[in-house]
């Protein structure tokens, strides 16, 4: 039999279990002192390359949401398992203008686009910019950070999925009970479960349902686009081209739209076998 329970404070963190990425979150202040803050509320936000973004979640009145205010860069480090005890050092309410890191294992290295330093000892690091940012209540805050660099070790990049999982040893948080003791996952297992396309339709053929007229020849285009998308495809690019106050789609803007938005290597995630 399943029962709801009270909703309380920290709910998210110690009521249900929502296991989440563990980062630390690198900042400056205006007289360049550095802070060092663990951050799990930490995900992507707008996932198209053309601009890419992630969002924070955290309290209005951390450091961490002080710094990026005033000088509207930060870094977000992923530690690897080995590290979680300095992880911890950085949760640490230390006072204003502590560099956190001087009291952990971990070094601080240049990072390649912003001020704030990068962590060496975090294979994948993601370097960002202030985009925007939000004040919930009196007490959250949201950023929402412009990605200007991904950066890994070099011996990653070129690593299959499943081999990179295993050398980033990424701990996953698993919540706290009061606030004091801190629960982490390890990835000792990685299983790959592949995804099969879509049943084909044999009475609906190559019909293309559009709801606006399109040229031709942007009809004649849209047939390259794996059909598991077409319907996406052309809900997308006929929202784009009203809200521009065009009354059809053409075929020069959807090519434009193509290249924008579902360039060679996206549109090959999704291939019909």
């Known amino acids: 039999m399943k029962k709801s329970v009270p909703i309380k404070p920290f709910w998210y963190a110690d009521v249900v279990v929502f296991p989440k990425i563990v980062t630390v979150i690198t900042t400056i202040n205006k007289e360049g002192i550095v802070n060092a803050a663990p951050y799990s509320f930490c995900i992507h936000y707008d996932i198209m390359h053309h ?18 205010a005033e000088t509207g860069e930060f870094v977000v480090n992923f530690p690897p398992a080995d590290f979680l005890e300095d992880v911890m050092e950085t949760c640490r309410f230390y006072p204003k203008g502590v560099n956190e890191l001087e009291h952990t294992l971990f070094t601080p290295i240049p990072s390649q686009k912003v001020k704030p330093p990068s962590i060496k000892e975090c294979g994948q690091i993601i370097e960002c910019t202030l985009d925007k940012q939000y004040l919930l209540d ?82 004649k285009a849209l047939q390259q686009i794996p059909s598991a998308i077409r319907e996406m495809v052309v809900e997308m690019a006929e929202d784009i081209v009203k809200k521009e106050g065009a009354d059809r789609v053409t075929y020069e803007r959807y090519m434009k739209l193509v290249e924008e938005y579902a360039p060679e290597d996206v549109l090959e995630r999704f291939k019909d076998e």
């Open 138 to 219: 009196k007490t959250q805050g949201h950023v929402i950070g412009n990605v200007v660099a991904l950066v890994f070790d070099e011996e990653l990049i070129e690593l299959g999925r499943e081999e990179r999982f295993r050398r980033l040893n990424l701990p996953i948080g698993l919540g706290d009970e009061k606030r004091k003791y801190f629960y982490y996952g390890l990835i000792d297992k990685v299983e790959m479960h592949e995804l099969k396309p879509p049943p084909k339709e044999e009475s609906a053929g190559d019909e293309i349902k559009t709801g606006m007229p399109w040229d031709e020849k942007a009809l």
């Open 51 to 68: 601009n890419p973004r992630v969002i924070v979640g955290m309290r209005k009145t951390s450091h961490t949401y002080q710094n990026i």
